[in-house]
């Protein structure tokens, strides 16, 4: 019912930057919040930056100071910019959101395919 698909991912050298991009399509009635999640190699999923309808936000310490999320509620997109890359920053970065669609009542958790960043040191 809600497809999210990311872009933007792919290769950077250290100090470099990258912008993703996740769109929500389908029967979207609001959506609640959106997030960043990653996945290193070897590693569990982690938050990296979430952003609410209002636009509050909230960061992991690791990226803190280096990564802006946003959002465009007229285009149910969510963006990650990702500014000094450093090559711990390597990882499938995952799209997720929070809606209430038009068919069933409650919020409903949604992620995208994943995109793949990866930084050369």
């Known amino acids: 019912q809600v497809q999210l698909v990311e872009s933007g991912g792919g290769l950077v050298q250290a100090g470099g930057s990258l912008r993703l991009s996740c769109a929500a399509s389908?029967?979207?009635?609001?959506?609640?919040?959106m997030a960043w999640y990653r996945q290193a190699l070897g590693r569990q999923r982690e938050l990296v930056a979430r952003?609410?309808?209002?636009?509050?936000?909230n960061y992991a310490d690791s990226v803190k100071g280096r990564f802006t999320i946003s959002r465009d509620n007229a285009k149910n997109t969510v963006y990650l910019q990702m500014n000094s890359l450093k090559p711990e920053d390597t990882a499938v970065y995952y799209c997720?959101?929070?809606?209430?669609?038009?068919?069933?009542?409650?919020?409903?958790?949604?992620w995208g395919q994943g995109t793949q960043v990866t930084v050369s040191s």
């Open positions: 952003i609410t309808s209002g636009g509050d936000t």
């Open positions: 997720n959101a929070g809606v209430i669609v038009f068919t069933f009542r409650g919020l409903y958790d949604y």
């Open positions: 389908g029967s979207i009635r609001s959506i609640n919040y």
